[in-house]
Structure formats: C-alpha cells, structure tokens
C-alpha cells in the first residue's frame, strides 16, 4: 500500500488507530527516557564517581532516545494495525538510524554538563597485558550457492592457543565544563589471528521460503 492509496482509505478506524497508535509510543518512549536518564547516573555512582547531575530531560541524548523509542515502539504497532504496509519497514529503518545517532550523542557527550562533542582525549595508560588461553576445535563451513551458511562442521581434538588481552584507560576532558573523567577498555590482540574455518562452497542451492 503506497502513500496515496493509505490517504484514500483513510476513515475514523484509520485515524482512530493512529491516535492509538501515537499515544502508545509517547508514553511508552516517555518511560524508557525516565528509566534510562535516572539508570546512567546510577551506574556512574555506583563505579566511583561523585556529585553525578542527573541527565536533563531534553539533552540531545534525551531527546535522540525519545525519537529512536517512539520509531521503534511505531514499528511494532505498525505490523498490529497496517500488516501489508510498507509501514514497518520504513518505522525500522528510521529508528535504526536514529539508534545510531543516539550512540554517537551518548559516547561523545560530557557526563557533566551533557554537551555534546566536546569530550577531549587526552592520554592513554596502558594498565596490564594479560595471557588467556582459547579453545577451539578444526572446523568445517559448508555454504550454499548464493553464500549463505549450510551447515558447520566441528572434528579433531580441543587445541588451546594463549592470546594477549590489553586493559588501558583513557582519560578525557571536556573543552565546555572542564570537567575530567576516564573509561577503561580492553582487547584482544590477537583476535584477528584466530584460526579460521575452511569453508567449502557446494553446488546446492538454498531452500526455499515459503
């Protein structure tokens, strides 16, 4: 159903629905924005830091939450209400863009005045390397015609590899406030030298669905 048809079969139901429809995702993404800027404050208490603000209710990351929250709250009453629109599709899509966004404002922003784009880094402490063992077995990955995964194979014995794993800290600084502050990371280093599965492609073609 495209637009123009949607507009011509529009009656009281469909508004009705709507109406619905939109007040459900208000108060439900309401909620979640409640929950989430009380929750993050929380945490930060809780690992060691002092006098945390509460994050205000319409900082940019609020507010990209509420959008990402109503999109995706709309795409589920989209499939209840319109199942053969194209609706849910296009409500998905946005709140996954919206989703990405909402990370970005949410990594970048200062946990004490909550602008925006001015978290500064300004050192790195590497903390310890530590040597973890890996098991893993020989394995085997059948795929069909157009690529996609048959079926995995798994033979031979346990092996164990040992592979360095990284913990540092950053230390950040926002150019607003002034306000310091430092996150902890770590890695794998030797991740990407993991064995990999031998994979085999067949000539059988993928099943198909109904």
Request: glycine content about 6%; overall charge positive.
């Amino acid at each position: 159903m495209d637009f123009g048809l949607a507009l011509g079969a529009m009656n009281w139901t469909n508004i009705l629905e709507g109406i619905i429809s939109g007040l459900v995702s208000i108060l439900c993404s309401t909620a979640i924005v409640w929950f989430v800027t009380r929750l993050i404050p929380a945490k930060r208490k809780k690992s060691g830091a002092d006098d945390v603000p509460k994050e205000p209710y319409f900082s940019p990351f609020a507010l990209s939450l509420f959008a990402t929250s109503f999109f995706g709250i709309l795409s589920g009453l989209s499939l209840v209400f319109y199942p053969e629109s194209s609706y849910f599709a296009g409500f998905v899509s946005l709140a996954m863009f919206l989703g990405i966004i909402t990370f970005l404002i949410y990594d970048n922003q200062c946990p004490n005045c909550y602008r925006i784009f001015k978290k500064k880094l300004t050192r790195k402490e590497t903390i310890n390397d530590e040597e973890r063992e890996y098991r893993y077995r020989d394995c085997t990955v059948y795929l069909y015609t157009d690529g996609s995964e048959k079926d995995r194979v798994y033979s031979g014995e346990e092996k164990v590899r040992t592979e360095t794993w990284r913990t540092w800290k950053e230390f950040y600084e926002c150019q607003a406030c002034g306000h310091r502050w430092d996150k902890i990371f770590e890695r794998n280093l030797d991740a990407d030298n993991r064995p990999k599965p031998n994979i085999i492609r067949t000539k059988v073609d993928p099943p198909i669905k109904v």
